[in-house]
């Protein structure tokens, strides 16, 4: 009878046990993730990338944000000019190579003795003649200089491409090998592959094909590893330069999510 008892009792508390055991694990919730991952969309990815832009200090990024500002209307990017025309005034050592480079957002933007002279790099050699071509004759072995450029491909020819939509824009002409454009752009394409890692110079392609209103022949698989290659805090590419892809990135994302036959010119004009 006592072996009984004891048995009735312990399961008594046993039972006890489990009523109060189950709804504990019924409540449990496991831990959760820092950050639950969310679907990237096209206005998202642009929206992130507007604010991590703005507010930059890096001078060829406010002239790329008053090109975004003029074309597309992003109001945030309206004073880039204004902080551009400020660090000029703060960095006096760079100034000559900056007023050249402020013609893309002035095109009366005046030159001082000696400005020129500071253009030495070979990508700057390639796209500053372009920039003033309306202004100043064409060095005489420039299309030997396209042509070599091109032919060297990686960013040699993103700039040959970045040159000759400048020339178009000037209203300028420069005589190029028969099928010299669009070899141009077949090459362009070529640069982007179908590896999943998006890297500075393939949004550069893409990019400046948009510009030059050749944008159907960047595929839209592209685009969509360019969404979800974008950092968390809206930008591309890694922190050093992480200013120059983010600005391609916006800028091809753009293009694509406002389409239309025609667009402002990327260089200002009256």
């Not at 990017?77 to 703060?90: C, P, T």
Request: charged share 20%.
């Amino acid at each position: 009878m006592k072996f009984r008892v004891l048995l009735f009792a312990f399961c008594i508390i046993a039972l006890c046990s489990l009523l109060v055991i189950l709804p504990l694990q019924l409540l449990y919730i496991p831990d959760l993730p820092a950050e639950i991952p969310t679907e990237r969309d096209l206005p998202t990815a642009i929206t992130n990338a507007v604010n991590f832009l703005n507010g930059s200090h890096e001078p060829h990024t406010l002239l790329w944000l008053d090109v975004i500002h003029r074309r597309f209307g992003i109001t945030a990017f309206a004073d880039a000019l204004q902080r551009y025309d400020q660090i000029i005034n703060e960095r006096p050592e760079q100034a000559p190579m900056l007023r050249v480079f402020r013609r893309i957002a002035d095109y009366d933007n005046p030159l001082y003795v000696g400005d020129l002279q500071a253009v030495v790099v070979d990508l700057d050699l390639i796209t500053v003649p372009a920039l003033y071509s309306d202004r100043l004759e064409l060095p005489n072995d420039y299309p030997a200089m396209l042509d070599k450029a091109a032919n060297q491909g990686g960013y040699l020819l993103t700039h040959v491409l970045l040159a000759w939509i400048w020339i178009q824009e000037n209203g300028c002409e420069v005589s190029l090998p028969d099928g010299f454009i669009e070899d141009l752009y077949h090459d362009t394409v070529a640069i982007i592959d179908d590896d999943p890692v998006v890297d500075d110079l393939e949004l550069e392609a893409a990019a400046f094909l948009y510009l030059a209103g050749q944008g159907t022949l960047v595929n839209d698989s592209f685009i969509e590893r360019v969404i979800a290659a974008q950092n968390i805090d809206g930008s591309w590419g890694d922190k050093s330069h992480s200013w120059h892809t983010t600005i391609l990135g916006l800028l091809l994302l753009l293009h694509v999510e406002f389409p239309v036959d025609s667009y402002p010119p990327t260089l200002a004009h009256p």
